[in-house]
């Protein structure tokens, strides 16, 4: 079964705090790929970063970092020096496999909200 | 600009009425998708199409209908509305493998009375 898991549920940080968001995750696929995804108030979902189950490579983009690790089916996501332009929902998924094709699975989502 | 596009934005229902939700794409994917979006649930799939003419269930399909007659529309249907069908839909597409990402519409917000 696939399942993701989003632990924290809320976070509420001071502007230039740096905050970590949890994501863990359960498959039986040995190829999958993770995602996240924000959705700010205006409640697009905008899509940030994709990682595949062959690359643990850790990536930093601009403000943001993941930290991807199998050993721990973890897919966390930092983002340094907040701004309060980061206050949004912030989702985790996972594409998993079925006859059918391929689907999205999300967690439930962590509320970030960045004060000044 | 190039991307998934969802009418109406948003719509209210008395309960038992039917009506349809639509979804068209211009990137040629081939997979398209309805989740539905609950305060503290996350995005649920309900059904999903792998490519024109086939469709399947997602994990909350109960309820909805689904149609792909043309490789650029995925129609969502609910054939007797009731409220705890009250929710936000968004509709996704992507490549088959889905390895680029899919691409969400800008959500329709259902209230049902």
């Known amino acids: 079964a696939q399942k993701v898991t989003q632990a924290q549920t809320e976070i509420s940080v001071v502007e230039k705090e740096d905050v970590t968001l949890d994501c863990v995750y359960e498959?039986?696929?040995?190829?999958?790929?993770l995602f996240w995804y924000k959705q700010p108030p205006s409640g697009e979902l905008v899509f940030l970063i994709r990682?595949?189950?062959?690359?643990?490579q850790n990536e930093i983009s601009g403000r943001y970092s993941w930290n991807f690790q199998k050993s721990t089916s973890s897919f966390n996501f930092t983002i340094t020096a907040s701004q309060v332009v980061d206050s949004a929902v912030y989702f985790c998924?996972?594409?998993?496999?079925?006859?059918?094709?391929?689907?999205?699975?999300f967690g439930k989502g962590t509320t970030l909200s960045v004060s000044s | 600009n190039a991307g998934v596009t969802q009418t109406p934005k948003f719509q209210v229902l008395k309960t038992g009425q039917s009506m349809t939700l639509q979804c068209a794409q211009d990137?040629?994917?081939?997979?398209m998708y309805w989740y539905r979006q609950d305060p503290g649930m996350g995005l649920r799939l309900i059904y999903y199409?792998?490519?024109?003419?086939?469709?399947d269930k997602g994990e909350v399909p109960d309820g909805y209908n689904v149609s792909r007659l043309k490789k650029q529309n995925f129609l969502l249907g609910l054939e007797s509305a009731a409220p705890s069908q009250t929710s936000v839909y968004f509709c996704?597409?992507?490549?088959?493998?889905?390895?680029?990402?899919?691409?969400f519409g800008s959500g329709t917000r259902l209230t049902v009375v």
């Open positions: 996704a597409s992507s490549e088959p493998t889905g390895r680029i990402g899919y691409t």
């Open positions: 498959t039986r696929d040995t190829t999958y790929y």
């Open positions: 990682r595949n189950s062959f690359d643990e």
């Open positions: 998924a996972l594409r998993y496999w079925s006859q059918a094709g391929t689907a999205l699975i």
């Open positions: 990137m040629n994917h081939n997979s």
């Open positions: 199409s792998a490519s024109e003419g086939t469709t």
